[in-house]
């Protein structure tokens, strides 16, 4: 059974940043994309930003510019570095990896809260 394993939530002011990472607990075969979504109390999961193994990186539009998504493979870790927080950005972000042909894998979620 694989785990993926959120780290670098926190609280932090508007203005901060924060980096998150995500490791999984051993090597996933068949990825597509891996990736961050979050979901805000009361809101619905939304895709914040992905990586394709292609390279091909999307980004919601509330966070382009200021969030960056990267990989490293042969750690099979994502990371999402978070600039210019704005309270609008607190939520639980999720780690997400999508596969071909397989099931697809979640983070137990890390709280990121920006205070005004």
């Known amino acids: 059974q694989v785990q993926l394993v959120e780290s670098g939530g926190g609280l932090v002011q508007t203005g901060g940043s924060l980096r998150l990472s995500c490791a999984a607990s051993?090597?996933?075969?068949?990825?597509?994309?891996m990736g961050w979504y979050r979901q805000a109390p009361g809101k619905q999961r939304d895709l914040v930003a992905r990586?394709?193994?292609?390279?091909?990186?999307n980004y919601a539009d509330s966070v382009k510019g200021r969030f960056t998504i990267s990989r490293d493979s042969a750690k099979n870790t994502v990371y999402l570095q978070m600039n210019s927080l704005k309270p609008e950005d607190t939520a639980i972000y999720y780690c997400?990896?999508?596969?071909?042909?397989?099931?697809?894998?979640w983070g137990q979620g890390t709280q990121v809260t920006v205070s005004s």
């Open positions: 997400h990896v999508s596969r071909t042909y397989a099931r697809d894998y």
């Open positions: 051993r090597s996933i075969g068949s990825i597509t994309a």
């Open positions: 990586i394709f193994t292609s390279g091909s990186r």
